[in-house]
């Protein structure tokens, strides 16, 4: 049910955190970010971040592909570990922008 992002950390160091992005219904808000651990300022000012890319996104909506990948460049800056929890099978979600082929 869920996807976790894994981005290379060999030449940055050790992750800084780990979030997850938990997708609520079609209902707004339709996103919750979770800190699982890591610096509470630098978690909750990435939060800030995401939730302006996606507040107003569900899933499958086509602007949310864009943003996701922003949101995934984004963790990988800060050196998150990004886990998103869209509430559907795998095979269902959305492809996920830190797996490119």
């Known amino acids: 049910m869920s996807q976790q992002t894994v981005t290379p950390q060999e030449d940055l160091g050790p992750p800084q ?8 219904g079609p209902v707004s ?4 970010i979770h800190g699982i651990y890591g610096d509470g300022k630098a ?4 939060r800030d971040r995401v939730m302006a890319r996606l507040m107003l ?4 909506d ?8 922003r949101v995934a460049r984004d ?5 998150f570990i990004l886990e998103w929890d869209l ?13 490119r082929s």
């Open 75 to 79: 963790a990988e800056r800060e050196r």
């Open 57 to 60: 996104l569900p899933p499958h």
């Open 17 to 24: 955190g780990h979030v997850r992005i938990v997708y609520l």
């Open 87 to 99: 509430g559907m099978p795998d095979e269902q979600a959305p492809p996920d922008p830190a797996y």
């Open 43 to 46: 978690i909750d000012s990435f």
């Open 62 to 69: 086509p602007q949310f592909r864009r943003n996701r990948e």
């Open 29 to 32: 808000p339709h996103w919750e």
